[in-house]
């Protein structure tokens, strides 16, 4: 019923930036809130950021928190990410999920149905 579809990932030099995309398609979701996940090899995925899509407020893991920045543009029907000061640690699959219902899973797989393919960052030092 929604796919999503992320882009913008690359390969960066430590301290620089990149943003992501991930626009929605489909007309019959409606989502309470879209995230921002990143799995690196051998490591559970993790949540970076989400942002409840209704009123815009947002959370961010706290290894991210002050760098990295969520944005839904409603018009637009997609969700950013801005990444600055990016770190070698950021390096990882980033992948934009929507449908988490409950704030207490924001930034947890299991708050969200919806997946896109995923966007390689790297960043190296």
């Known amino acids: 019923q929604v796919q999503l579809a992320e882009s913008g990932g690359g390969s960066v030099q430590a301290g620089g930036s990149l943003r992501l995309s991930c626009v929605v398609y489909?007309?019959?979701?409606?989502?309470?809130?879209m995230a921002w996940f990143r799995q690196a090899p051998g490591k559970e995925r993790e949540g970076v950021a989400a942002?409840?899509?209704?009123?815009?407020?947002?959370i961010y893991d706290t290894s991210v928190k002050g760098r990295f920045t969520i944005l839904y543009d409603s018009v637009k029907k997609t969700l950013y990410l801005q990444m600055n000061s990016l770190k070698p640690e950021d390096t990882a699959m980033y992948y934009c999920?929507?449908?988490?219902?409950?704030?207490?899973?924001?930034?947890?797989?299991?708050?969200?149905?919806?997946w896109g393919q995923g966007t390689q960052v790297t960043v190296s030092s």
């Open positions: 942002v409840f899509t209704r009123d815009g407020n947002t």
């Open positions: 489909g007309s019959n979701y409606r989502n309470n809130a």
């Open positions: 999920a929507a449908g988490s219902l409950n704030p207490l899973v924001a930034l947890h797989v299991i708050g969200y149905d919806t």
